[in-house]
Nanobody
Framework: QVQLVESGGGLVQLGGSLTLSCTAS??????????MGWYRQAPGKERELVAK???????NVAESVKERFTISRDNDKNSIYLQMNNLKPEDTAVYYC????????WGQGTQVTVSP
């Protein structure tokens, strides 16, 4: 059973920064070979990809956040991070960590709220 534990969400003002963390655990899984990513879901909207990072460090970042968000991973810690800068109210959402092993596993979500 794969578990993902997220942290780092919160309330921040327009233009502020936050860093989200996600740590994976589970028996017998070599996490660093699988892609991991961050998705978000705002009220009334579908869940959308924010950023994904692959085994070799290649990333895929949504155009809407490309200049402001950075995804990284620490394979020794089975963790990924999302550095979010210059946050805007439209970034307000629940952010979910994801890993495909190859089935999809999701974290419990962490709320990010950006006030105007």
């Amino acid at each position: 059973q794969v578990q993902l534990v997220e942290s780092g969400g919160g309330l921040v003002q327009l233009g502020g920064s936050l860093t989200l963390s996600c740590t994976a655990s589970g028996p017998g899984v070599i996490f660093n070979v699988f892609p991991m990513g961050w998705y978000r879901q705002a009220p009334g909207k579908e869940r959308e990809l924010v950023a994904k990072i692959y085994r070799g460090g290649t990333t895929n970042v949504a155009e809407s956040v490309k200049e402001r968000f950075t995804i990284s991973r620490d394979n020794d810690k089975n963790s990924i991070y999302l550095q979010m800068n210059n946050l805007k109210p439209e970034d307000t959402a629940v952010y979910y960590c994801n890993i495909k092993v190859p089935d999809d596993y999701w974290g419990q979500g962490t709320q990010v709220t950006v006030s105007p």
